[in-house]
């Protein structure tokens, strides 16, 4: 029970023969999951779509296992799949409704209105629903860019998003790239006991604090590809040791 009003619909209320929804929410993301539970805590009948087959957005499909440290709430940080999997239950608790392998492909006007709102009829891959009001949170939904050159090797062991603690246990992992996620999937391999290699076409272009972590937890020379030895700011341990 909250101790503070919350307008809830009922536990046996019938979903499944609703002629319209009050709110129809485009992702499952942090943003929509966020934003459902706002809705249905004002009782109002809320439907959440999502692409995939799990709700949690990012977190969930690119970096399940990072430590997230700056959510309200969780000063001890907390992983991706924890804060997916408890937003999520907090947004199905309170009667949120959800379509998952479902993907939005339009948003059409009606001529139908209910309450001072034109409905809208959300048409997604496997159907239609009306609505008086659509939140579109669609954040990201492909993954980074595929290489061509990694996909030939047909290998389990290429993967488009930051690794899981068990894909790389006692290893070696080997980043491509110098942006943000590279570089946090890199600083969180080291922090777990893997060696690591980063593979940076040009400048690294994610944040020099991180970089500097990278380099102080014995990530290997960001910069293969760069001759470092001009930069003598931003020289890599290989080349600092020579
Ligand atoms: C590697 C990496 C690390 C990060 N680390 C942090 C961090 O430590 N702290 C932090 O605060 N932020 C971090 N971020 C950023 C954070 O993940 C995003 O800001 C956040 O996920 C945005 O939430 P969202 O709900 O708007 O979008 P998303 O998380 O992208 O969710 C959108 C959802 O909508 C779905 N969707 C998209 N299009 C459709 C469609 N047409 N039909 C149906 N569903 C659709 C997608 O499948 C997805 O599930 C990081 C990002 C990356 C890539």
């Known amino acids: 029970m909250a101790d503070f009003k919350v307008t809830?619909?009922?536990?046996?209320?019938?979903?499944?023969n609703l002629p319209w929804w009050d709110v129809v929410?485009?992702?499952a993301g942090p943003g929509g999951l966020a934003a459902s539970l706002t809705t249905a805590h004002r009782a109002l009948t809320t439907l959440v779509i999502e692409a995939k087959d799990l709700p949690g957005g990012q977190p969930q499909f690119l970096y399940a296992d990072k430590k997230i440290v700056?959510?309200?709430?969780?000063?001890?940080?907390?992983?991706?799949?924890e804060l997916s999997d408890r937003t999520y239950r907090q947004a199905a608790?309170?009667?949120?409704?959800?379509?998952?392998?479902?993907?939005?492909?339009a948003i059409e006007d009606t001529d139908q209105e209910v309450e001072g709102d034109v409905l809208k009829k959300v048409v997604t891959s496997n159907g239609s629903y009306l609505c008086r009001k659509v939140i579109l949170a669609c954040g990201l939904l492909h993954y980074p860019r595929r290489l061509p050159v990694l996909d030939d090797l047909e290998s389990d062991a290429v993967h488009?998003?930051?690794?899981?603690?068990?894909d790389y246990e006692g290893g070696t992992v080997i980043v491509?790239?110098?942006?943000?996620?590279?570089?946090?999937?890199a600083v969180m391999a080291l922090q777990r006991g893997a060696r690591v290699e980063v593979i940076i076409r040009k400048e690294p272009s994610g944040k020099a604090d991180t970089l500097n972590h990278v380099l102080e937890l014995g990530g290997n020379s960001p910069y293969v590809g760069v001759d470092?030895?001009?930069?003598?700011?931003?020289r890599c341990r290989q080349c600092r040791a020579e």
């Open 93 to 105: 608790d309170a009667h949120v409704q959800f379509r998952f392998n479902e993907e939005l492909t």
């Open 8 to 16: 809830q619909i009922d536990d046996d209320f019938d979903f499944a």
């Open 70 to 81: 700056d959510v309200p709430g969780f000063p001890d940080g907390i992983s991706g799949q």
């Open 160 to 166: 488009y998003r930051s690794p899981r603690v068990k």
């Open 25 to 27: 929410i485009i992702g």
């Open 176 to 185: 491509v790239g110098g942006g943000d996620s590279a570089l946090d999937a």
């Open 228 to 234: 470092c030895r001009s930069n003598p700011e931003r």
